[in-house]
């Protein structure tokens, strides 16, 4: 799948046309609809997060955007994030539907991304022995990284694709950023109180637990995140969705790129204790 920092990226923009349910899954509660490409005129099947759900709003999807284009630089599987355009027009093909005041209050662009049939949700821990361990070892590295405590055992946030591991769902993440700046670990790099927390708590960490994990490869991809992702993620971002935290966010991410060996090392030695 391509990602932000290849040199013809544009994130593509459809128009809904045409709803078709709520999604069971996600607190959030995901709808799919058909959407049109402008451009070639194709239809295709999306999942959208409307803005009219209350925990929608401009930093939750500027972190979903966030979260996908991290997770697909680093080479995971995620589903393509697009814009998605919401119309009156499309909103007034809605009416008596019980979402219809939810997309009235969508107008414009949402977060979605491209709905990809014949998903299988994992659900409890009987499902670990289906995940291959260089996938869970990633995924929670990407997880721990980010600081995404959204993958838990009420609420893996995974899906498979045959054998391919899907993540999805990361307006959760860089939870830092609810902290007060002075509250923040100054050296994220290392795993503190917090970070160990998120850790125990992550839905592969039983699989994991006790094992010497092999991330060094996985954590140097960390360095992809340069000058030209970050310059990319801003110009791609609606304005109405940026601010100074993508700023905050970068910087964060910064300090454990610098010091990502001994990250490496403390989430290594975390796992096998």
């Not at 991809?221 to 992702?229: A, K, P």
Request: aromatic share 12%.
């Amino acid at each position: 799948m391509p990602k932000i920092t290849d040199e013809n990226y544009l994130i593509k923009t459809v128009h809904a046309t045409e709803w078709f349910d709520v999604l069971a899954t996600g607190t959030t509660e995901p709808m799919l609809v058909l959407a049109l490409e402008a451009e070639s005129g194709d239809r295709d099947s999306y999942v959208v997060k409307p803005f009219g759900h209350p925990r929608i709003y401009p930093q939750a999807v500027m972190k979903e955007c966030l979260g996908a284009w991290i997770a697909l630089e680093l080479g995971l599987h995620t589903f393509e994030p697009v814009f998605i355009e919401v119309s009156s027009a499309f909103t007034d093909t809605l009416l008596g539907n019980p979402y219809y005041q939810r997309f009235a209050d969508s107008i414009g662009l949402n977060f979605g991304s491209k709905y990809v049939p014949g998903t299988i949700p994992v659900v409890g821990h009987n499902c670990l022995s289906r995940i291959q361990v260089s996938q869970a070892e990633q995924v929670t590295s990407f997880d721990l990284f980010i600081s995404n405590p959204d993958r838990r055992e009420e609420k893996p946030n995974l899906l498979t694709v045959q054998s391919d591991l899907y993540v999805f769902d990361h307006e959760l993440a860089f939870d830092f950023m609810l902290m007060l700046s002075f509250n923040r670990n100054p050296r994220p790099w290392e795993l503190g109180e917090m970070e160990l927390a998120m850790l125990r708590k992550h839905f592969l960490y039983p699989k994991l637990r006790g094992t010497q994990i092999q991330i060094r490869d996985f954590i140097e991809r960390f360095e992809r995140l340069d000058v030209n992702f970050w310059t990319k993620a801003s110009n791609l971002l609606p304005t109405t969705w940026l601010s100074h935290d993508l700023i905050t966010i970068k910087n964060h991410l910064a300090l454990i790129i610098e010091n990502r060996a001994i990250f490496a090392r403390q989430l290594t030695q975390a796992i096998l204790a």
